[in-house]
């Protein structure tokens, strides 16, 4: 087992392959979600483990019955889809950032003005 880090990836080979169930399960969440996807996308290891334990899961779910047991594909199609939620999912926490600091800026503005028509008054 791979117990060293990969540069590069913020989690560890132990960690991203104890969550390579719950991934392909898909109940992985936030920050732990995006570390093991990020993870085992650049880690060649971990992709092995991840790509093993895929052909065992799709046997038993059988997930796309179109592209029938090419565990290739059909996990390069998984990770992009997770791919997309984790993107999708920053973009909206960017624009909420985003979002944000125009509010703060704009009650700045108004607080300045209020306190300058008061100052001179
Ligand atoms: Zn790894």
Redesign the pocket.
Known sequence: M?SS??IG?Q????T??KNINSFLRETLKGNELRKTYY??K??????E?LLDEFSFYTTFNDLDRDLGFNYERNLKKFMDKIGERIKSRDDKLTSKYIFASVMICIMFLIILIIALRIAYK
């Open positions: 791979g880090p990969t990836t989690m560890q080979c132990s991203a392959q993870h085992l650049n880690c060649e290891t971990c992709k483990v």
